[in-house]
């Protein structure tokens, strides 16, 4: 395991320290099918193909959460994203914005909090629904 991947699992085990209170909790998709939803750490220098392969793995449905700006803030300040992937999408449809599988992360939080709003887009080789659901969490006490 490298240094980034051993960053990465320190991150998520404090995400996992701050769902152990309500008012973060609330803020994360609902269970699907009784079962919890995934959680998944993201670098805003992660790839989309990077990233959506581990949601592909984790299931399909999966909560992304992603610092905004640098790690020396870490964990006072993230995006959190709900990311489904479908199956391969019409060949003809058009992605809604200029984002693909090699774009960083990064780009897409900052184009969902411009944009407020979930986006379809079409990242390796599937369909992706991605959805801001908040971009200030945790919540503040």
């Not at 220098?45 to 592909?56: A, I, Y």
Request: charged content about 30%; hydrophobic content about 40%; overall charge neutral.
């Amino acid at each position: 395991m490298d240094a980034r991947e051993k960053t990465r699992l320190r991150m998520t085990r404090d995400v996992l320290r701050l769902l152990r209170t309500r008012d973060s909790r609330t803020r994360l998709s609902p269970l699907r099918d009784d079962v919890e939803s995934a959680i998944l750490v993201g670098f805003r220098d992660d790839t989309l193909k990077f990233v959506m392969e581990r949601v592909k793995l984790l299931g399909g449905g999966v909560n992304v959460v992603v610092p905004i700006g640098d790690l020396s803030t870490w964990p006072s300040h993230m995006a959190l994203l709900q990311a489904t992937t479908g199956s391969n999408p019409d060949a003809t449809a058009d992605d809604e914005c200029l984002v693909n599988d090699n774009s960083e992360l990064g780009t897409l939080v900052e184009l969902l909090r411009h944009r407020h709003r979930t986006m379809r887009l079409r990242l390796c080789g599937q369909e992706a629904i991605i959805d801001l659901m908040v971009d200030d969490w945790p919540p503040r006490p």
